[in-house]
């Protein structure tokens, strides 16, 4: 499905403030704004922890048990494939990670997802890449039914 925007002018359901272009968050009958919608990259990228009751799936931790897999480098050297990938991601276009996204997404790693997402609204070039973000982002399955109400509390703490 292709991802809806809009150009015409709405108010921004987070801070109030006219949003041109809108990206739609139609979960919530409403637009944000591009700055809004950066803010809550950069939460998702730097706090994450601070968002697990409005997308619950990032709380998932990681088994501090089990031992992060190791690879061979073609140098001979060993890493952790958690570097490894860090460090193959680094390479990416911003339209590759939305792919990466919607990957991690399709094989079931939706905190992965939702972090790849974060990534994307961040740096995101275009309104069509923004708003795919937050397609996935705010969708039924991922995003709190409060999700936006505390999301304004996060972005714009009294």
Sequence with gaps: MEPTTTSATATCLLCG???SPALLLPRFAGSSCQGC???VGHLLVEEPSLLTDIWPLLSEEDDELEA???VQRADGSTVELRQLTAEM???LSIEDRMKLAE???DIGLIREQLEECGRVLVAASTVTLA???LDVLFSPELC???GLEDLRGRLFPA
């Design 68 to 70: 992060e897999p190791t």
């Design 37 to 39: 919608a950066r803010r």
């Design 103 to 105: 990957l991690y997404g």
């Design 17 to 19: 403030a006219a949003a």
């Design 144 to 146: 709190s039914p409060r």
């Design 131 to 133: 708003q795919r973000a």
């Design 89 to 91: 991601k680094r390479d």
